[in-house]
């Protein structure tokens, strides 16, 4: 009986372990002698970790592509999406992405900051594009932020940022990003999500939406253990397994069973 | 004067005295030991009780005090959960626990009969008994319908017709939530907007539209709305026709080859629909497709109602498919 | 001085006789007999904490706009009702402790109910003459689940203003009269007229609890006046109850657990934070969130809502079922149907008509904890599904994989539940004939 609840809970516990984010494929660092331009170590980068799937001018590969160790090549032009769209996707840690088929997902970075900005730098050149956008949070307003927030990315997002489900993705929690990070999410519209452009959104209601994140990270939890901000299915949880644990033990102490 | 406050307390304290008891008197509750033990464990779990409760009384009046909804409820919850413990303290140790008999209750047949009798012999001077129930009964009926009538005041029960009814028609402007309109060429691809009738109550589930733009070569919009998207740009009721939640989530593929369609989605239950497609249901529950409604861009390149829906909004009812909205 | 109110209470009422029966009125002694008693004390406490918040709501959708100190509302219009509910949590001394233990104490209410129902079940405490109480006590839970649902619907925050829309969606799913019962109850389309917060207020501060309160004292009487069922022992019988007396044994244990009732939901509601609406803001028909769940006790009907395929059925133009019927309204009707049939079904299949003050174990009766055990996991499995996207976004299991694994499960699931309970109740019934064969043996003295 006991080996077999020993077994059940290791069986359970296997299921977030199998479900946690899956080793990173590892990149592979090119070093340059010192003062080569950053567009120059960045090309290097770019060849030894992204052409597999982004082509060898960034040109994108558009049909599966069978490559060196049992990689499919597959992913978009990176031509004219500027550092804005490189800065957002190396900075998360979306990019690189393992498999082509499966969504980016915040991972742990694996290249330098040096690094980071030098291939920036290289997927900015190979186009005209946006550059990294620089909020401003702290002038924006918290209500007119919740509003924004509510109106366009609560749906997926959640209204307290804790993520949640589109069909076939996660719209990820937003307790991770930082100011620039939302900022370049929303012009840049990643994965599934919606691009959103200064007119829709302008700069001064982008800071307001980055303040509104910004504070569901630490809202106004005055109510007590927030149970992660997830509503009525934490609070299920914590019902049967708190309250009536406690009232049902209590009734345990209380009932004497009388012996014949 | 010693005397008489001698005197004054013997009789004050006199009345507290208890009863002798008489030896002749039968014990009900079976004697038992006592437990000074348990008996100080009692007592101390009142004391812990009232210092909790006092803690509590300082805590709703100290007003400086961080987390005091923490506080509140642990001192007023564990001076409870003390006077809990020493009930059960009491319970279990310093009351005698008797295991009595008692029998269960049975029926009463006799008395089952006399009521018979009683109701039969009481009603016996009738000859149309069947008769006269049913009359009575009838009045009574009658008078419940005529006491029920006002019910149906509480709404339009008997005319459903208003869930037909939008605030849309030919030429109404599209505005956004701040009441600014619409001009098709702030319409974007790859994102969605939010509108609303001009002039008309937006708390309706008829008024708001979910916008989306689209290259023209991708739509594939069902027979005869081939006009209904000037420029690529469709608009679609934003309520979902499962069940009536607000249709907040677009997702649209960054690079097509890897990535699902556009579709706009519902969070309750998450009906999918398609969005170049006429609203048709990619997956969930929902029976209907989004009901889209025409456009068109007048002279000055404002969006504007081409007419209404191209069915009932919202959610399904028996008669939803009966004919389309009315404005 | 007890002695004296005694007196005066003989002499003005007559009561002494009906009291020293009711005091010395035997309780059988299980644990499991107190489950009742924890919903009733929870039910106290809703009445206690939730008289002090309607001192302070304002039932009404009037619109105004948000002066107070949360930043985040600040300037936002919104109802009257949502910024009292706002001003309790956030400006109200000890408001939000009594507004969450009052939220707290609804949930742990209705699980304490249906946990009592389960043992009810389980020992066959409904069979006669105990099935009105039964009944009674079916009533009641769909009074409470209704009671759950129009309170936290009252606040008007956005995500029990979408459970509305849904509930509205239900009513207006029934064939024929769907949409005529929504326009009666919501007097006009959806979100409906001011009117309709009227009539979820009265419903939810004076109806529901004057029905609920009424049923608990006929459920009570009945419970006494054919005294507690009980399990077998060498005294206990059929025809003798064999238990402890009100006074002075079982008040204090009875006590005892209403303070412990009240020390756990006063816990809970200073301590761990509940429906925290400031932070979900004010409903709007256009607007939505993520991840929007109704109370646990309303979840089975999320996951029907949501594993029900797509379809209306339709005659021509005419839509005889929308698809919300099925998840929304017959799936609950049918459970419901099935427990209320249950014991006069019972009755009927097994062709006892008998008295029964004794319970079943739930191994004695296999057939019946089979069925039992088989039925409620259909509806868990249910209710699990509701949860499926929280699942996805938490452990990466693919919502539409999960969606039709649920739908297979539903259905493969109690059966083969069923068939495992029913033979685990066989062979432990098998068990103890062994085991007092094996004894009687061993009582034997060796020929």
């Known amino acids: 009986m006991r080996a077999a609840l020993v077994l059940v809970v290791l069986g359970l516990a296997c299921v977030p372990v199998a479900a946690a984010d899956p080793p990173s494929p590892g990149v592979t660092h090119v070093k340059v002698p010192a003062g080569t331009p950053a567009v120059a170590w960045g090309a290097q980068l770019f060849g030894a970790n992204c052409v597999?799937?982004?082509?060898?001018?960034?040109?994108?590969?558009?049909?599966?592509?069978?490559?060196?160790?049992?990689?499919?090549?597959?992913?978009?032009?990176?031509?004219?999406?500027?550092?804005?769209?490189?800065?957002?996707?190396?900075?998360?840690?979306?990019?690189?992405?393992?498999?082509?088929?499966?969504?980016?997902?915040?991972?742990?970075?694996?290249?330098?900051q040096g690094e980071l900005a030098a291939l920036v730098a290289y997927v900015a050149s190979l186009g005209p594009g946006p550059g990294v956008p620089s909020p401003h949070p702290e002038r924006g307003n918290l209500a007119d932020g919740q509003e924004s927030f509510t109106e366009h990315c609560a749906g997926c997002h959640q209204i307290v940022a804790e993520g949640g489900y589109v069909t076939n993705a996660v719209a990820p929690p937003l307790n991770k990003a930082s100011p620039v990070e939302i900022a370049e999410a929303v012009r840049t519209g990643p994965y599934l999500m919606p691009r959103f452009s200064e007119k829709q959104i302008t700069d001064a209601e982008l800071d307001s939406v980055i303040r509104y994140v910004i504070y569901t990270k630490h809202p106004d939890d005055r109510g007590g253990w927030a149970l992660g901000h997830l509503g009525p299915v934490p609070e299920g949880l914590v019902t049967w397994f708190i309250g009536i644990v406690l009232l049902v033990a209590t009734c345990m102490v209380i009932g004497r069973r009388f012996h014949a | 004067m010693t005397r008489w406050v001698i005197a004054l307390l013997v009789l004050v304290l006199g009345r507290f005295r208890r009863r002798p008891r008489l030896d002749s008197e039968a014990r009900i509750v079976p004697a038992g030991t006592p437990d000074r033990r348990a008996e100080n464990v009692v007592l101390l779990l009142f004391a812990c009780a009232t210092l909790c409760a006092a803690a509590s009384l300082f805590v709703y009046a100290w007003d400086a005090i961080p987390n005091q909804t923490q506080f509140l409820g642990l001192a007023l919850g564990l001076a409870f959960a003390f006077v809990s413990a020493a009930c059960i303290v009491i319970g279990r140790r310093l009351v005698v626990t008797e295991e009595l008999e008692?029998?269960?209750?049975?029926?009463h047949p006799e008395e089952e009969e006399a009521l018979d009798q009683l109701v039969a012999e009481g009603g016996d001077r009738f000859t149309r008994k069947r008769l006269l129930i049913v009359a009575g009964a009838g009045a009574g009926t009658a008078i419940g319908a005529a006491l029920l009538a006002p019910v149906a005041s509480l709404g339009?029960?008997?005319?459903?017709?208003?869930?037909?009814?939008?605030?849309?028609?030919?030429?109404?402007?599209?505005?956004?939530?701040?009441?600014?309109?619409?001009?098709?060429?702030?319409?974007?691809?790859?994102?969605?907007?939010?509108?609303?009738?001009?002039?008309?109550?937006?708390?309706?589930?008829?008024?708001?539209?979910?916008?989306?733009?689209?290259?023209?070569?991708?739509?594939?919009?069902?027979?005869?709305?081939?006009?209904?998207?000037?420029?690529?740009?469709?608009?679609?009721s934003k309520i979902c026709t499962h069940a009536g939640c607000a249709i907040t989530l677009y997702r649209k593929p960054t690079f097509a080859p890897v990535e699902p369609k556009p579709a706009l989605i519902c969070p309750c239950h998450y009906s999918t629909f398609d969005a170049t497609k006429g609203g048709e249901v990619l997956f969930g529950p929902a029976g209907r497709p989004l009901p889209q409604l025409p456009l068109a861009i007048d002279g000055s390149g404002e969006l504007r109602a081409a007419g209404n829906f191209s069915g009932a909004v919202g959610p399904s009812w028996w008669g939803v498919r009966n004919h389309g909205p009315r404005s | 001085m007890i002695s004296r109110a005694v007196h005066f209470l003989d002499e003005r009422a007559g009561v002494a006789p009906f009291f020293r029966k009711a005091l010395r009125y035997v309780f059988p002694d299980h644990w499991s007999f107190l489950l009742g008693e924890v919903a009733l004390y929870s039910f106290v406490m809703l009445v206690g904490t939730g008289i002090y918040l309607t001192l302070f709501f304002k039932p009404s959708l009037a619109p105004v706009v948000y002066h107070g100190d949360y930043l985040p509302l600040r300037g936002r219009e919104m109802s009257e009702a949502y910024q009292s509910t706002v001003d309790i949590s956030l400006r109200i001394k000890a408001g939000l402790l009594i507004r969450q233990t009052h939220h707290w104490a609804a949930d742990v209410f209705v699980a304490a109910i249906v946990l009592h129902l389960l043992r009810i079940f389980f020992t066959g405490a409904f069979r006669k003459p105990r099935d009105l109480t039964y009944y009674i006590g079916l009533l009641?839970?769909?009074?409470?689940?209704?009671?759950?649902?129009?309170?936290?619907?009252?606040?008007?925050?956005?995500?029990?203003?979408?459970?509305?829309?849904?509930?509205y969606s239900v009513a207006m799913s029934l064939p024929f009269i769907g949409a005529n019962i929504a326009q009666l109850l919501w007097d006009g389309p959806f979100p409906g007229s001011d009117a309709f917060m009227s009539r979820m207020y009265v419903a939810h501060v004076l109806v529901l609890p004057v029905l609920i309160g009424t049923l608990i004292v006929l459920h009570l009487t009945l419970v006494a006046a054919r005294h507690h069922t009980q399990f077998i022992s060498r005294r206990a019988t059929e025809k003798k109850v064999v238990g402890m007396p009100t006074f002075p044994a079982y008040a204090p244990r009875s006590l005892g657990l209403a303070f412990a009732v009240a020390a756990v939901l006063f816990l809970m509601g200073g301590l761990i934070q509940i429906n925290p609406i400031w932070?979900?803001?004010?409903?709007?028909?256009?607007?939505?969130?993520?991840?929007?769940?109704?109370?646990?006790?309303?979840?089975?009907?999320?996951?029907?809502?949501r594993l029900v395929p797509s379809f209306d059925v339709t005659i021509g133009h005419y839509t005889l079922v929308p698809n919300a019927f099925w998840g929304g309204a017959l799936f609950p009707l049918f459970v419901f149907l099935v427990l209320f049939a249950w014991p006069s079904l019972e009755r009927r299949v097994t062709g006892d008509y008998a008295f029964h003050n004794l319970l079943d174990r739930p191994r004695d009766a296999p057939w019946r904890t089979a069925i039992g055990v088989a039925f409620f996991t259909w509806i868990f499995v249910v209710f699990l599904a509701g949860a499926a996207d929280r699942m996805f976004v938490l452990f990466g299991l693919s919502y539409q994989g999960q969606v039709w694994a649920f739908r297979v499960l539903v259905w493969v699931l109690p059966v083969a539940v069923l068939f495992v309970t029913k033979r685990i109740c066989d062979e432990l019934l098998r068990g103890e004939v062994v085991e007092v064969r094996r004894k009687l043996v061993e009582a034997k003295p060796a020929a």
């Not at chain 1, 069978?66 to 804005?84: C, I, W």
């Not at chain 2, 008692?102 to 029926?107: F, I, K, L, M, S």
């Not at chain 3, 956005?158 to 509930?167: P, V």
Request: with cysteine.
């Open chain 1, 52 to 112: 597999t799937c982004h082509g060898p001018n960034g040109e994108g590969i558009l049909a599966p592509v069978r490559g060196v160790g049992d990689q499919t090549g597959l992913g978009p032009s990176l031509v004219g999406v500027g550092a804005r769209a490189a800065d957002f996707y190396l900075r998360t840690g979306y990019m690189p992405l393992d498999d082509p088929y499966s969504q980016p997902h915040r991972s742990r970075v694996l290249f330098s």
């Open chain 2, 102 to 107: 008692e029998d269960y209750g049975t029926t």
């Open chain 2, 156 to 236: 339009p029960v008997f005319d459903v017709s208003s869930l037909y009814r939008t605030p849309w028609r030919r030429g109404v402007r599209l505005v956004d939530e701040a009441g600014r309109v619409f001009l098709a060429d702030d319409v974007e691809e790859e994102t969605f907007y939010t509108a609303y009738p001009e002039h008309a109550d937006r708390e309706q589930m008829g008024a708001p539209l979910v916008v989306v733009r689209f290259k023209p070569a991708e739509l594939q919009l069902p027979e005869g709305r081939a006009m209904w998207a000037p420029d690529g740009i469709v608009a679609y």
């Open chain 3, 140 to 167: 009641m839970l769909i009074f409470a689940l209704l009671e759950g649902y129009l309170g936290y619907s009252l606040v008007d925050d956005l995500l029990s203003g979408m459970g509305l829309a849904i509930g």
């Open chain 3, 279 to 305: 932070q979900w803001g004010p409903y709007h028909v256009s607007q939505a969130t993520n991840g929007a769940q109704p109370d646990w006790y309303l979840g089975w009907l999320i996951g029907a809502l």
